[in-house]
């Protein structure tokens, strides 16, 4: 099961939890208290470096960071990220 580490509150963590809910995609979410200094320990630094969230970690232990890298992954193969170059361009941009 895919595991999202981030913070409701965050806007950028927002955007992935609202895509995984509309895609049904199942996912288990796990609070990071940024406030309490949690992005900032040595387990989350071995995920992110950068101390930011969200972190993705994939069933096979890769690890995604920031959130429009995430929301593409998620988004692949879905109406939200189209097959069409030029859509797709208009996505990302």
């Known amino acids: 099961m895919l595991r999202i580490y981030g913070d409701s509150q965050s806007g950028n963590c927002y955007k992935i939890k609202l895509l995984l809910k509309i895609l ?10 940024i406030l309490a200094g949690e992005t900032h320990t040595a387990e989350f630094k071995k995920m992110n470096p950068n101390s930011r969230i969200p972190v ?38």
């Open 24 to 33: 049904s995609i199942e996912h288990e979410w796990i609070h990071v208290d």
């Open 56 to 93: 993705l970690v994939l069933n096979n232990g890769s690890i995604l960071r920031e959130s429009n890298a995430i929301l593409n992954f998620l988004a692949e193969g879905s109406e939200f990220l189209p097959q069409n170059p030029y859509l797709r361009a208009q996505v990302l941009q």
